[in-house]
Structure formats: C-alpha cells, structure tokens
C-alpha cells in the first residue's frame, strides 16, 4: 500500500519560517516525481511546487517562487517544502503527492499525481 504522510504543520507567525516534510512508504520513491499543493478555505486547490525524479528539477508558479523551496532525500523517502517569510495568506492545508510520470509543464496539475497524503494545516497569524 502507498503511503504518504506529511508533517511539519502548525501555527506560525507571519514573517516566520518552517519545513513541511513527507515521507512515502509503499513506492519506489526515486522513480516518481513529488509536488506540493496546497488548499485555503473556500479556495480551490494550488500547485506550489513539483521536483522531478531524474535530476531534481523544480518548478514553481511565479506566486510563490522566491519564498519556497522544494527538496528530496530519496535515501530517506522524504520529500521537503521549506517556506519562509511566512504570510497570513499562506494558510492552508498543505499535501504532497507522487506520480510516475508527469508533464513536466504541468506539473503543479493535481490530476497529474497518482498518490496523495492527507495533508498538514499550516496557520500563519498576523
């Protein structure tokens, strides 16, 4: 069974930093592209960030590109998402999500992702 499962959520001040992390079970974790969503109240569902399997490319919507940072530990199965400068607009529940295979241009398209984890909250307060 395929596993994903984030952690590193919680309450933060604005201005402030964290790491969300997401370790997977169950898949050959080095073989499938990873992205990170995530989704606000009464908002639809954001792509934030994709890294490929082959050479650790990254991707991530000009939104949000100068304040995240997506890396994985394929020894570790792990996947992370590192924000800073953390804004009361980043509130949201965060999910990864794994793939095979992708098109890279769309990558932070969620129907591209085969596998989800239930996703951490992150608050920032104001």
């Known amino acids: 069974e395929v596993q994903l499962v984030e952690s590193g959520g919680g309450l933060v001040q604005a201005g402030g930093s964290l790491t969300l992390s997401c370790v997977a079970s169950?898949?050959?974790?080095?073989?499938?592209?990873i992205a990170w969503f995530r989704q606000a109240p009464g908002k639809e569902r954001e792509g934030i960030s994709c890294i490929s399997t082959s050479d650790g490319g990254t991707y991530y919507p000009d939104s949000v590109k100068d304040r995240f940072t997506i890396s994985r530990d394929n020894a570790k199965n792990t996947a992370y998402l590192q924000v800073i400068n953390l804004k009361p607009e980043d509130t949201a529940v965060y999910y990864c999500?794994?793939?095979?295979?992708?098109?890279?241009?769309?990558?932070?398209?969620?129907?591209?992702?085969?596998?989800w984890g239930p996703g951490t909250q992150v608050t920032v307060s104001s």
């Open positions: 169950g898949l050959a974790f080095d073989d499938h592209a």
């Open positions: 999500a794994a793939a095979n295979w992708v098109i890279w241009r769309r990558c932070t398209e969620g129907p591209q992702y085969d596998y």
